[in-house]
């Protein structure tokens, strides 16, 4: 097995030791020696890898954002993939409300942004080929940004808000909003 490989699998156990202790408590209360302890490695092996608990939180939702990419063809089925990063909201509820908790918004927002990149990507191009327009670059770039900022910032509304906001509804109205607005925008172009 090569080195790559075995410091994949290490990363990935105790990615499941934290995730298995979240479940169980605040994530404040969670130690290195827990998770050492329920990994069968030693802190020297953790801290090879990772600087703290909050660096493996970190590499948690960077190494599920990014199958959550190459789980979808963007082109195909944007509206699934946002389907399919709610459910995986809906799933890891305990991991991103103890992200939340522990490093704030702005850097859970982020990890939402991998997400959301190629979604918006998809829903733009399909937009310009459904009508037959192309949008400058720079302002492709900028709209881009601002449904970024505007889906993630709303999934993190929603995740806080749950009782109070119907997930279809949320959806709906997501998708409404950027199709609409750019059916606008490439009228006026």
């Known amino acids: 097995m090569k080195h790559e490989e075995i410091s994949l699998n290490t990363k990935k156990a105790l990615a499941e030791a934290l995730k298995a202790a979240m479940k169980e408590k605040p994530f404040q209360k969670i130690s290195v020696s827990e998770l050492v302890r329920a990994t069968n490695m030693n802190r020297k092996t953790f801290y090879y890898h990772f600087e703290d608990i909050y660096a493996l939180l ?3 939702l960077e190494e ?3 199958s959550v990419i190459k789980s979808f063809d963007m082109l195909v089925d944007y509206e699934e993939a946002i389907t399919f990063v709610m459910d995986y909201v809906e799933e890891n509820e305990y991991i991103i409300n103890c992200a939340f908790d522990s490093i704030g918004r702005d850097e859970l927002k982020r ?9 918006v990507v998809s829903i733009i191009e399909t937009e310009e080929q459904k009508m037959g327009r ?4 720079s302002y492709k770039e900028f709209l881009i940004q601002f449904y970024i900022e505007a ?3 709303m999934l993190i509304e929603w995740i806080r808000e749950r009782e109070k906001r119907d997930r279809r509804t949320v959806m709906e109205y997501m998708l ?9 925008i490439l009228t006026d172009e």
């Open 151 to 153: 889906l993630a910032g």
């Open 176 to 184: 409404k909003t950027i199709r609409g607005s750019l059916t606008g």
């Open 134 to 137: 192309n949008l400058d670059v």
């Open 64 to 66: 599920e954002t990014i």
């Open 111 to 119: 990890f939402f942004y991998t997400d959301f990149h190629d979604i």
């Open 58 to 60: 970190k590499w948690i």
